[in-house]
């Protein structure tokens, strides 16, 4: 088993930057990948970002290639993810995700992962 915490959210305002990180433990020598999805109110849960274990691949959502970026710390086994450029739109609970079974589904789709971190809300203000 793997357990993710994320941390890092918080309020700001439109055009500013937040980073948020996610702690991997636990069995974490049988990870494959990770990624960042995020729900905003009334909505689906969205693919943001996700990043193979070995750092060497990276993948975005179109709504956020060019202004988040997504990196792994393998010494400090967390995920971090860069915002800048903030729109209120990115207003939603972000979740940290890891896989750490072997799997065919693309790391864009949520069914994807088998851990999932408790979420932690991003706001953008206008």
């Known amino acids: 088993q793997v357990q993710l915490v994320e941390s890092g959210g918080g309020l700001v305002q439109a055009g500013g930057s937040l980073r948020l990180s996610c702690a991997a433990s636990?069995?974490?020598?049988?990870?494959?990948?990770m990624g960042w999805f995020r729900q905003g109110p009334g909505k689906e849960r969205e693919f943001v970002a996700a990043?193979?274990?070995?750092?060497?691949?990276?993948y975005y959502g179109d709504s956020v290639k060019g202004r988040f970026t997504i990196s792994r710390d393998k010494d400090k086994n967390t995920v971090d993810l860069q915002m800048n450029s903030l729109k209120p739109e990115d207003t939603a609970v972000y979740y940290c995700?890891?896989?750490?079974?072997?799997?065919?589904?693309?790391?864009?789709?949520?069914?994807?992962?088998?851990?999932w971190g408790q979420g932690t809300q991003v706001t953008v203000s206008s």
């Open positions: 995700a890891g896989r750490s079974v072997p799997s065919f589904t693309t790391l864009m789709r949520s069914t994807g992962y088998n851990s």
């Open positions: 636990g069995r974490t020598f049988s990870m494959y990948a």
């Open positions: 990043i193979a274990w070995s750092g060497s691949n990276t």
